[in-house]
């Protein structure tokens, strides 16, 4: 990825206009990108697993009258969606919504263009920028790195998107799939936070030795480090934090409040320290998250934090 490609520094993700966990009402999702675009950002990101095409549908709508050379729009493949029994609802993946439509993995070369032009169809739009391959350790990950990135590296010669990337919380595939060459970026899940850093050992270096833009995510670790104190009952990677990580959590915290900031500031800020990693993007189900994250994220944080983190 040339420099003048590189990507804006924060975005939007759009996992909750899926209905992740509960229901986002359509006031709620419009608040949301408004304030989103309000307060200048310009990267959006979605995928079909986000509500079996829900966040897809309503992000298109809510975009489709707003300047298309404008923003940056990301979605993924992998996951091909097809008709289900309509009898109950998608909440064994974690999202409020019929189950109309199913997922079913598919990342072969077929399976890829597919996906593509039916996320084209869902979000009614004519392109998107990046597509990433969504999961590969969760599905055929061979298949995923011997079939689907080729796919997308020849959809990228044909003009159809202008960037491959690979979606992951697994640091290890995400690096097997740098070393292809066939990546301009990497979406990072969790792995490279405040509170851990595992790809800085691998995968991170590997993204600088290919000129791979690391995209963070999961930035708050499923949400214990996404407000100033640290409860009891927290979540760590979609389920109760275990101890050692509540404990270190709340040392992050003090350390934070020392400092006269909070620990959403540091933790919101902290992976783009790292040479590597050029992008966050957060996922915000109301305009007030919008606006309280665009808060943290410009923040100024005393560097006397910073060296005392390091320490």
């Not at 640290?230 to 934090?241: L, R, W």
């Not at 109301?286 to 934090?305: D, K, M, S």
């Amino acid at each position: 990825m040339t420099p003048a490609a590189r990507l804006p520094e924060l975005g939007f993700g759009a996992a909750q206009l899926g209905n992740i966990f509960r229901v986002t009402t359509d006031e709620e999702a419009r608040g949301a990108v408004d304030a989103a675009w309000e307060g200048g950002l310009r990267m959006f990101d979605t995928a079909p697993h986000y509500g079996v095409g829900t966040s897809e549908r309503r992000l298109g709508a809510l975009l489709r009258d707003r300047p298309r050379d404008e923003y940056v729009l990301s979605t993924k493949v992998g996951r091909l969606l097809v008709p289900g029994p309509g009898t109950g609802d998608d909440m064994a993946h974690e999202f409020a919504v019929p189950d109309d439509l199913v997922r079913r993995w598919d990342m072969s070369e077929k399976g890829v263009r597919a996906s593509h032009e039916q996320s084209l169809e869902r979000l009614g739009l004519d392109r998107v920028d990046v597509l990433y391959l969504h999961d590969p350790e969760e599905g055929p990950v061979d298949q995923g790195i011997e079939e689907a990135l080729p796919a997308l590296a020849a959809m990228r010669e044909e003009g159809l998107i202008s960037h491959v990337g690979v979606g992951s919380k697994n640091a290890d595939v995400l690096t097997r799939a740098v070393r292809t060459g066939l990546l301009d970026v990497v979406m990072l899940s969790g792995r490279y936070t405040l509170l851990e850093q595992p790809a800085a050992a691998e995968l991170l270096p590997a993204c600088l030795e290919h000129d791979v833009q690391v995209v963070a995510v999961s930035v708050f670790n499923s949400g214990i480090l996404s407000r100033p104190e640290v409860p009891q009952d927290s979540h760590y990677e979609y389920g109760q934090a275990p101890t050692e990580m509540l404990e270190r959590a709340r040392e992050l915290a003090a350390l934070a409040v020392r400092h006269g900031v909070e620990l959403p500031d540091l933790a919101l800020q902290f992976p783009r320290r790292h040479p590597a990693i050029g992008s966050v993007v957060l996922g915000m189900r109301t305009g007030a998250q919008v606006r309280q994250n665009l808060e943290r994220f410009h923040r100024e944080i005393p560097a006397a934090l910073w060296e005392e983190l390091g320490a």
